[in-house]
């Protein structure tokens, strides 16, 4: 009599993980994307998880907008603070500006994204997962809208140069 054994292995899901910076979606191992601007706790957590880099990508005119005392406060926790504004469907060497700042942060370093809703840093990271992480694009796009993707001229700005840029 044969017998076989049969092993099971759970399947690899790819998947946002649950954030240590409140109100953020880790996307990444260090990569954090956080719908709206940091407040008091946000800041703590970036002290506390050791988050290097902050990219502001909100525009003049929007809500709560104090990008200055936002560069001070990260200026005091020792953190970089990149302001680079960007639109609801921007365009792509909005994207390739981006892909190129996320591409040559320092090994080790940790950054958080962030707009006033969570829609334009989410759709800002995508194509750098896809491109240059190489993750599916489906897949990418399923963790942007679970970190804040919500407008559809967005998910077509992105689906658009991603496309465009696959090509190449």
Not at 102 to 114: E, F, I, Y
């Amino acid at each position: 009599m044969s017998r076989t054994l049969f092993l099971l292995l759970p399947a690899l899901v790819l998947t946002a993980q649950d954030s240590a910076v409140p109100g953020a979606t880790e996307v990444r191992p260090g990569v954090f994307v956080l719908r709206g601007a940091p407040d008091s706790q946000t800041c703590a957590a970036i002290k506390k998880q050791h988050i290097t880099h902050v990219i502001d990508l909100r525009r003049d005119g929007e809500t709560n907008l104090n990008c200055e005392s936002e560069s001070v406060r990260m200026q005091e926790l020792g953190v970089q603070y990149v302001r680079y504004a960007i639109g609801k469907a921007p365009p792509a060497g909005d994207f390739d500006f981006l892909r190129t700042l996320l591409r040559d942060l320092p090994r080790g370093a940790k950054v958080l994204l962030h707009c006033s809703n969570g829609n334009r840093a989410a759709a800002a990271i995508c194509p750098w997962l896809v491109l240059d992480k190489g993750m599916p694009v489906e897949e990418a796009l399923r963790i942007a809208k679970l970190a804040g993707l919500q407008l559809p001229e967005t998910e077509a700005a992105v689906r658009g140069y991603i496309g465009s840029r696959a090509k190449a």
